[in-house]
């Protein structure tokens, strides 16, 4: 791919119909009390297939519980430096007297980087 051409993002590749046969496909399986071997050659599924397809949807719930787990804020700010530590590791430090336009600027854009 020629370097001018921007890379498709994954979202955007994804297939939703594809994801929804996978996820309904899961539960059935669970449902089903059969083990994994079992139902995918009852089925006439890959093993393999069915592996990633579970992996890459706890993969995708756990990106998106964390991408909403954003609470609304309200930012008064202290005359002492403040530090945010979000659950997934992130941390946001002011130092002391920052103005409030700054930590507010800054957690909107982790914001819309969550959407």
């Excluded at 336009?101 to 969550?114: F, G, I």
Aim: with cysteine; net charge positive.
């Amino acid at each position: 791919m020629p370097a001018s051409q921007p890379t498709q993002r994954a979202d955007q590749r994804r297939n939703p119909d594809r994801e929804a046969f996978w996820r309904t496909t899961i539960s059935d399986r669970m449902q089903s009390g059969l083990s994994i071997r079992a139902f995918c050659q009852r089925e006439g599924l890959s093993e393999p297939v069915y592996h990633y397809w579970r992996r890459e949807l706890k993969k995708r719930d756990a990106a998106n519980t964390a991408a909403t787990s954003f609470l609304p804020v309200e930012v008064q700010l202290p005359a002492a430096p403040i530090e945010i530590v979000f659950s997934h590791g992130t941390t946001v430090r002011t130092g002391s007297g920052c103005d409030r336009t700054t930590p507010e600027t800054v957690l909107a854009v982790l914001e819309q980087r969550a959407c």
